[in-house]
């Protein structure tokens, strides 16, 4: 993975970093090396209640974020760091152009955090709760509060953690309270602009929405143990394609899908939930194969849906980030 987003920056140091000790002397050479190291570098940094440090804040006009239960998503750019100025994770395309490793498909730009124990480091919700929105900070976080687990203060931490010193350069640009009502708001946005005569509620599942372009040839459902084939193209909802298959498309877009471009079998099942593809029997995300329990033979449409109903909180890959609502173009098209 080119970028090492918040959520799950650090799996080798939750391995690591996150063992217990019973003595408050696991940190004990690490906190001396941190501490010089703030003192030679930044002696006027600002320290947090837990010890980390603040070293730039431009505070924000908007609302006070406040803690995880009152913000439990929050919507940032931002840039990591080691102390020595190794990059480690970003937002930015510029960045990634720097360090060539940007790709024409992967995602780039403000990413959606959720910020519950075990999705975010402590020193940085720590940060994140004093600040409104439109704020800019940069904190430096000793390695015990790089911790996706919470405790009840720093000497827990300390005698709790190990971990990477990291610098955290960030923006926070929005507060959301439901992520769910958030993404659906997004997508009557992108409904409006691409498909005006399709309202928010016109919808058959919450946070799903479907927009037949082809009539199919008939009425009559796939039984449950028949197969069809599809012609696909999934895109994020800004427009850039990240699955398809359509070798055209995926030259277009920058997509190297890693296998052969034709049209993909689909298992049909007894609900939607039992829907399957290729002759392997892979699983889909519910979206599309809800999406495909609704169709005709030879029908061809778009399907749009909230991120609970795609990959959610994790994402998949570079390409789609947490919390992303996708879109989906299928055509049921003859067995090749």
């Keep these: 993975m080119k ?30 090396v941190f501490e010089a190291w703030i003192k030679t570098n930044y002696p006027d940094a600002v320290r947090t209640p837990l010890g ?56 780039f730009g403000p990413e ?34 790089m911790s996706y687990v919470r405790y009840g203060g720093e000497s827990e931490y300390k005698a709790n953690v190990t ?4 610098i955290y350069d960030f923006t926070v640009l929005e507060s959301i309270s439901d992520i769910n009502s958030w993404e659906v708001d997004s997508i009557a946005r992108y409904l409006a602009a691409n498909f005006p005569s399709k309202a928010k509620s016109d919808t058959t599942m919450y946070g799903f929405y479907y927009i037949r372009t082809k ?7 796939y039984a449950a143990d028949s197969t069809f084939y599809i012609n696909y193209i999934g895109r994020r909802l800004d427009g850039q394609v990240f699955d398809t298959s359509i070798r055209d498309t995926a030259e277009y877009y920058g997509v190297n899908h890693g296998g052969t471009y034709a049209p993909v079998v689909i298992n049909c099942g007894e609900t939607y939930t039992d829907y399957t593809m290729t002759s392997s029997k892979s699983s889909m995300i519910e979206g599309m194969s809800y999406c495909l329990s609704k169709m005709y033979p030879h029908e061809a449409g778009t399907c749009i849906f909230i991120s609970k109903l795609g990959y959610a909180g994790n994402g998949s890959g570079d390409a789609i980030p947490a919390f992303s609502p996708l879109r989906f173009d299928i055509e049921i098209v003859d067995k090749p």
């Design 215 to 221: 009539a199919p040839d008939s009425n009559v459902a």
């Design 163 to 166: 971990g990477t010193d990291t």
């Design 112 to 145: 959606v955090v959720y910020r519950g124990e075990n999705h975010m480091y402590a020193g940085l919700d720590e940060s994140v709760s004093e600040m409104r929105v439109g704020g800019h900070r940069t904190v430096v976080i000793p390695g015990w509060l």
């Design 3 to 32: 970028r090492y987003t918040i959520m799950i920056a650090a799996a080798i140091l939750c391995l690591w970093g996150c063992a217990k000790s019973s003595s408050g002397s696991l940190n004990s050479q690490n906190e001396k």
């Design 52 to 107: 980390a440090y603040i070293i730039e804040d431009t505070p924000g006009t908007g609302a006070l974020i406040g803690d995880a239960t009152a913000s439990p998503y929050i919507r940032l750019e931002y840039l990591s760091r080691g102390l020595d100025g190794t990059v480690i994770g970003y937002t930015s395309d510029e960045m990634a152009k720097q360090l060539d490793d940007y790709e024409e498909s992967d995602y």
